[in-house]
């Protein structure tokens, strides 16, 4: 059965640093993993999508990997900012197209 | 081009009682999931269709049903509601040909039963 978590739950850093999110998942058969913000009460928006043969993809402040064999996938984000406050979650695709998601990181960028 | 759109976006339901969700996924989608996440939690799947099927289904009870009709919307029912049924609904379009799977999601209904 595969899950996903998501470590740490939460994370408050200042304005400016650079951070990284990790996932895991414990079985490496999947699709593709994709990487989503949320913010409160909204619904969930696509970041980085990785598909299962690529190491990693980037967009912009954001660069995400994918490690197949190891499990784990980290989500980089440069120069943080405020906007950049938001729930991230991660979810594997698995071959008949269900995600499984994590439970998410909470993140906080101080001004 | 409109996106996922769902409705209501607030519902508030008692023990007991049915409710519907509806769903209009994304301009040229073919394919909606259904996915429910609690406080704190992830999106835990609850069913796909496409063609008008249920062509997956996630680990809910049968009080959890759905339907899609010729114009790809959709609509998940919920009978017999539980204090525990109390989530976020998000519906997600994709499309069936694109094989990234790459779905769109909408904002969400907040269902609270008391």
């Known amino acids: 059965k595969q899950e996903v978590t998501q470590i740490p739950a939460a994370l408050s850093v200042p304005e400016g640093e650079n951070l990284v999110l990790n996932c895991s998942f414990t079985?490496?058969?999947?699709?593709?993993l994709q990487w989503f913000r949320q913010d409160p009460g909204k619904g969930l928006t696509s970041l980085l999508l990785?598909?299962?043969s690529q190491r990693e993809q980037t967009s912009g402040r954001l660069n995400a990997s994918l490690d197949k064999s190891s499990g784990r996938s980290t989500l980089y984000i440069a120069a943080s900012q405020p906007g950049d406050s938001a729930t991230y979650l991660c979810a594997v695709r698995r071959s008949n197209y269900q995600l499984i998601w994590g439970a998410g990181t909470k993140l906080i960028i101080k001004p | 081009d409109a996106g996922v759109t769902q409705s209501p976006t607030h519902l508030i339901k008692t023990r007991g009682q049915q409710v519907t969700l509806r769903c209009s996924p994304k301009?040229?989608?073919?394919?909606v999931s259904w996915y429910q996440q609690a406080l704190g939690q992830g999106p835990q799947f609850i069913f796909q269709?496409?063609?008008?099927?249920?062509?997956q289904r996630g680990n809910f009870p049968d009080r959890f049903s759905g339907h899609q009709f010729p114009n790809y919307s959709s609509e998940l029912n919920v009978n017999a509601l539980l204090l525990g049924d109390s989530a976020l609904y998000l519906c997600a379009s994709s499309l069936v040909t694109n094989h990234r799977g790459t779905q769109y999601f909408g904002p969400g209904t907040r269902l609270t039963v008391l």
């Open positions: 990785i598909q299962s």
């Open positions: 301009s040229g989608h073919d394919t």
């Open positions: 079985d490496s058969a999947i699709y593709n």
């Open positions: 269709y496409y063609e008008e099927e249920e062509r």
